[in-house]
C-alpha cells in the first residue's frame, strides 16, 4: 500500500485530504507544522510527500533542496496550494506534480501516481 506524508497548516485541508486518499486506498501519515516535517519523513518513510506551499515557518526551497541532497532525493514530491502560479513550481523546486486547491479527488489521486512512477528506477531492458 502506498504511503502519503501530507503536509498542510489548515486542519481542515490535511483531514479531508487523508479522508479522500484514504477512499482511493492510500495509507497516509500528517503533518500540520513545518518544524515536524523532516522527523516526520524519518519516522513514516512515506512513498510520496504532498506538500503545501505556504505554510508558517516553511523554507521550501531550503526543505527541496535538504531533500535532493539527502537520503530523501528519490522522494516523489507533489506540491499543493491556492495561492501561488503552480506550473511555474515544478521547474524552479524540481518536484514531480502540482495541484492546485480546491482539487478534485481524481486529479489529487493521478498526480501522486503519477509522481510515484515518475521517480520509480527503470527497469533494465
Known amino acids: 500500500m502506498v504511503k502519503v506524508l501530507i503536509v498542510d497548516d ?3 485541508i490535511l ?20 518544524r515536524h516535517i523532516l522527523p516526520t ?7 510520496v510527500l504532498l506538500q ?13 533542496e535538504g ?8 522522494l516523489p ?3 499543493f496550494s491556492a495561492s501561488i502560479s503552480l506550473p511555474d513550481l515544478v521547474d524552479a523546486f524540481d518536484v514531480d506534480a502540482v495541484v492546485e486547491k480546491p482539487f ?3 486529479a489529487l489521486v493521478s498526480a501522486l501516481r503519477g509522481a510515484i512512477e515518475k521517480r520509480r528506477p527503470a527497469e533494465p531492458a
Do not use: K
Not at 483531514?15 to 513545518?34: D, K, N, P
Not at 503545501?52 to 527541496?64: H, I, K, Q, S, T
Not at 531533500?67 to 528519490?74: I, K, N, S, T, V
Open 10 to 12: 489548515e486542519a481542515p
Open 15 to 34: 483531514q479531508s485530504t487523508a479522508v479522500i486518499l484514504r477512499a482511493y486506498g492510500f495509507q497516509t501519515a500528517t503533518v500540520s507544522e513545518a
Open 41 to 47: 519523513l524519518e519516522a513514516e518513510r512515506p512513498d
Open 52 to 64: 503545501d506551499v505556504r505554510m508558517p515557518g516553511l523554507a521550501l526551497r531550503e526543505l527541496l
Open 67 to 74: 531533500l535532493r541532497a539527502g537520503p530523501h532525493r528519490d
Open 77 to 79: 514530491v507533489v506540491l
Open 104 to 106: 478534485r479527488p481524481e
